[in-house]
């Protein structure tokens, strides 16, 4: 496993102090942290998508495993009285067990019929969801999801605060980006960025292409389903259309905005994309068409992504310099 | 003692016969070249021993273990190492990135394919988009090592590089039959190939028309098999 180098290390460090520091900043404004644990669930669906992305593949079934992991935790909590402690692994278990038994013939499918494939599946949990109404609660969902309080004894954390939750989203994405790191900068993350760019060529190097794109799915999925027990417990309701296929659609435009190819180009595209969206919210009709304005321009503007920032400002820098 | 044995292959492209009966032996610590003409079969006959185009009829052996039917990965780690047609990197990783993503363990390290070639050794964190052919054949001949084969199969590894890299690529060669790797060779410069090779493999319409010496191939048979 390759080592962080100092550049990466002062700007994910920069990047978690302003997080840790972002309630005091705003003044624990209830509406601001709304957006600050909003922001949290994006950056980590829109990481986990992007680990999924790094074998050269994107999954539209993505939000729909992360329904699995907030209906699991959800149904843990009101089927068994067991609170979002237990939910929240248990929720993990159960999605990366079916993302394991999905990706079986979901991962011998490529380009355009993977897709075609995991929109099916996003469709097919969505529906179930809807459709089993005794057990999932049909199409109205299920409510009176309720946070999780952390007894250590000597003080009790009541996550109904919505402070404490945030610290909570906090920590658990941060765990999250933290996993998908490592492992893209790990050999495994080379060898999924080998079978990206040539699957044949991979296989021919000795690489079970198979066998990788199958763990890589089932880790992706078990930690979006983390993400979607956390989502659960934080909405206190949650129904099929919460994890229908715009979700998953705008993970997907978060990394195209933020950028491809690092692990900072799905957080930063789901950073500012998030603020975006809830800077539009007051056009209300006219919001979808300004979100789209805004994805089109940073598209044609920004080629490459948010990700490319740094590298253009070093560019200018050295053009500077040679003059 | 034979280290690979190809019998008698057939192999297709969809409905399309390519070989129609293709043999060859290659030995432990040998050099084979396998040549003919354009369209004869001779990449096909790497695919198929790589599993890439699998046979439908024959028998291929490796180190006494038939591996017709194996899937690719499963020959690469039998010991079959593969440099492909076309420089073929992976472009989105680094040159330390992709000899070590294949890596595995054996004689064959990082230091040691840097000085194979020390050209690679300059450029570790440099994109394989953005080396020169050369450096990319290179890297695609360290990549192979990497993965510690006991065969090594270099499909047109000279095509389109300049005199001075080709002459950097047959030093590799000769140095790594030196080291005792048995080595599959397909090119097309005769003068550089002849005399590394210690036997050759000539394919005519997809099936094995001569086998022999580098020193049997006569100018005669090399006029009615290569059109040299």
């Keep these: 496993m390759t080592e962080i180098d100092l550049p990466h290390r002062i700007a994910w460090g920069a990047l978690l102090l302003v997080a840790l520091l972002a309630p005091i900043i705003v003044g624990f404004d209830p509406y601001l942290t709304h957006v600050g644990i909003i922001i949290a669930f994006n950056v980590a669906l829109a990481t986990t998508l992007w680990m999924i992305w790094s074998l050269g593949v994107i999954s539209f079934a993505h939000a729909g495993f992360m329904g699995v992991g907030a209906y699991a935790s959800a149904l843990v909590l009101h089927k068994l009285g067991l609170s979002m402690w237990f939910g929240l692994w248990i929720g993990a278990m159960v999605c990366g067990a079916l993302a394991l038994f999905i990706s079986l013939p979901l991962m011998r499918t490529r380009a355009v019929y993977f897709f075609m494939a995991s929109w099916a599946v996003g469709e097919v949990i969505k529906r179930n969801f809807a459709y089993f109404k005794d057990f999932f609660g049909g199409w109205d969902g299920i409510f009176d999801i309720k946070p999780p309080v952390l007894d250590l004894m000597f003080v009790q954390i009541d996550f109904a605060n919505r402070t404490a939750y945030y610290y909570l989203a906090l920590l658990f994405v941060s765990l999250t980006v933290w996993v998908v790191y490592r492992i893209n900068s790990s050999r495994t993350g080379m060898i999924y960025w080998a079978i990206h760019e040539n699957e044949l060529l991979a296989a021919h190097t000795g690489i079970n292409v198979f066998r990788h794109k199958v763990i890589c799915f089932t880790i992706a999925c078990t930690l979006v389903g983390i993400t979607g027990a956390l989502y659960a417990h934080y909405q206190t309701y949650i129904s099929p259309k919460s994890f229908d296929i715009w979700k998953s659609e705008f993970a997907l435009v978060h990394l195209i905005v933020g950028g491809l190819t690092t692990v900072g180009g799905p957080v930063a595209g789901a950073i500012s994309l998030t603020i975006v969206d809830e800077v539009l919210r007051a056009s209300g009709y006219f919001r979808t068409i300004f979100f789209g304005v805004v994805l089109i321009a940073s598209v044609l503007l920004l080629p490459g992504g948010l990700e490319t920032i740094p590298r253009r400002i070093r560019a200018i820098f050295q053009r500077d310099s040679h003059k | ?228």
């Excluded at chain 2, 000279?158 to 002459?167: I, K, Q």
């Design chain 2, 1 to 228: 003692m034979s280290l690979l044995t190809v019998s008698g292959i057939e192999s297709w492209y969809g409905a399309s016969q390519a070989l129609f009966g293709v043999d060859l032996t290659v030995g432990e610590g040998e050099v084979v070249a396998l040549m003919g003409r354009n369209g004869m079969g001779k990449t096909t006959t790497i695919r198929s021993i790589c599993g890439l185009t699998p046979a439908r009829k024959g028998r291929i052996v490796f180190s006494g273990s038939d591996i017709t039917h194996q899937k690719s990965f499963r020959i690469a780690r039998a010991g079959i190492g593969l440099v492909p047609e076309g420089r073929r990197c992976f472009a989105n990783l680094d040159v330390s990135e992709n000899l070590v993503a294949t890596a595995r363990p054996g004689q064959w390290t990082l230091d040691a394919v840097i000085e194979l070639f020390p050209r690679l050794g300059e450029r570790l964190s440099q994109s394989a988009a953005t080396l020169s052919g050369g450096e990319q054949q290179m890297l695609a001949i360290g990549r192979a090592l990497m993965t510690n084969p006991r065969l090594l199969i270099l499909d047109e590894a000279t095509e389109g590089l300049a005199p001075v890299v080709r002459d950097d690529i047959w030093r590799a060669v000769r140095s790594l039959k030196q080291s005792g790797l048995s080595i599959l060779v397909v090119d097309k410069t005769l003068s550089e190939l002849m005399p590394v090779a210690d036997s050759c493999v000539v394919l005519e319409k997809g099936s094995t028309a001569w086998t022999g010496s580098p020193a049997d191939l006569t100018a005669e048979l090399q006029d009615r098999y290569l059109g040299v």
